[in-house]
């Protein structure tokens, strides 16, 4: 296996939590010259990625001649490996037809018999972290049982110069504290928490802990970054739509807390190892917790019968989220900064509480 190529996932999330998978194919096939493929809105958490040698960045869905030309690059790369991250027929297809020798993917829409080693979906890897759902992609390949499963999102060369360049304009230079909340969610509106809580949250952060309040986000959530900010007291500083995806990721250095959703930024966040509140509600926590052994979950305890529902946009009363108060996701961010702040003084580490709930 001197060739391997990976097809990545398509959500900001999900490729965060390939990261160890990659790490563990890296340990397996040290010799090995490993190339990615990932879509441009996923490609930042990878660009720094010391597991990839060779980044391709291209969505090969954007039409059918893109598909057939990436398609003959693989074919031109002669590769002995593939694996297919996405459960999709097209990633399957992607490498038959670009010539992979071995291809390795889960038996899943439709495509088992474009898979050389096609890997079962069993009812138990189901039910386990994403961490793992991916990392079984390689169990006859090399060991994972020994692999580690720290997440890799490193700051990529000259990002943290351009976010300190943007803070210091809204006058954050390095003296100020700050904390970043993510009201957004691009999977669907049923995974947000409302603008008006998050508002409230803000707050309680400046007036409290004395923290600057950031609002980050994507282009198609700036708007929700911008209704908080209106309903806040203390002012905020809107960075919603206004940095790339790597900036966010450099951002993290700065963070003494981030409150969100279960989004995408979420798992950045996790990957940086700032301290972490996440809202969750028709989401399965159980599968896609931020993998962080200090992060604190707040839900509610079964608030309708179909939870966790899945779902992209709620159909009933939105229960699962307005059974969430601001008094809960207060009570998990005083927790943190004060866990934060006994570290700071006494550099004792805090209890890990991996999946943590409040509420």
């Known amino acids: 296996m001197k060739r391997i190529f990976a097809k990545s996932v398509n959500w900001v999330g999900d490729a965060v939590l390939a990261t160890p998978m990659l790490r563990a194919l890296r340990r397996g096939f040290p010799e090995a010259q490993i190339t990615l493929l990932a879509r441009p809105w996923v490609a930042d958490v990878f660009e720094a990625n010391p597991d990839v040698d060779r980044l391709w960045v291209a969505d090969e869905t954007a039409s059918f001649r893109r598909f057939r030309e990436i398609a003959a690059r693989l074919r031109k790369e002669h590769f002995d490996l593939g694996i297919a991250l996405p459960n999709s027929f097209g990633a399957a297809l992607l490498m038959t037809l670009g010539r992979v020798r071995r291809r390795v993917g889960y038996r899943r829409d439709g495509r088992g018999l474009l898979l050389t080693d096609s890997v079962p979906v069993t009812p138990e890897i189901l039910r386990v972290h994403q961490i793992e759902y991916y990392m079984n992609l390689l169990q006859n390949l090399c060991d994972t049982a020994g692999a580690e499963r720290n997440l890799v999102v490193p700051v990529a060369p000259g990002a943290k110069e351009r976010i300190d360049e943007t803070l210091r304009r809204h006058g954050l230079d390095d003296s100020v504290r700050l904390a970043a ?28 802990w004395g923290a600057r309040v950031v609002v980050v986000g994507s282009e198609s959530e700036r708007e929700i970054g911008e209704e908080v900010a209106r309903q806040v007291k203390h002012p905020v ?72 529902c899945l779902q992209r946009d709620c159909s009933r009363d939105h229960n699962c989220m307005k059974s969430v108060s601001v008094e809960d996701v207060i009570e998990a961010v005083d927790r943190q900064m004060e866990d934060s702040s006994r570290e700071e003084r006494t550099g004792e580490s805090p209890q890990p509480r991996r999946r943590a709930e409040v509420g």
């Open 181 to 208: 909340i993510c009201p957004g969610a691009t999977y669907g509106t049923a995974k947000r928490w409302r603008p008006e809580r998050f508002a409230a949250v803000a707050d309680h952060i400046q007036a409290r």
């Open 237 to 308: 500083v809107v960075l919603s739509g206004k940095m790339p995806l790597r900036g966010l990721i450099a951002l993290c250095e700065r963070l003494r807390l981030f409150v969100t959703n279960d989004s995408g930024a979420m798992h950045v966040a996790a990957a940086r190892g700032v301290p972490l509140v996440a809202v969750f509600g028709p989401t399965d926590w159980v599968t896609t917790a931020p993998y962080d052994p200090r992060a604190m979950i707040v839900r509610a305890e079964a608030p309708c019968e179909a939870n966790p």
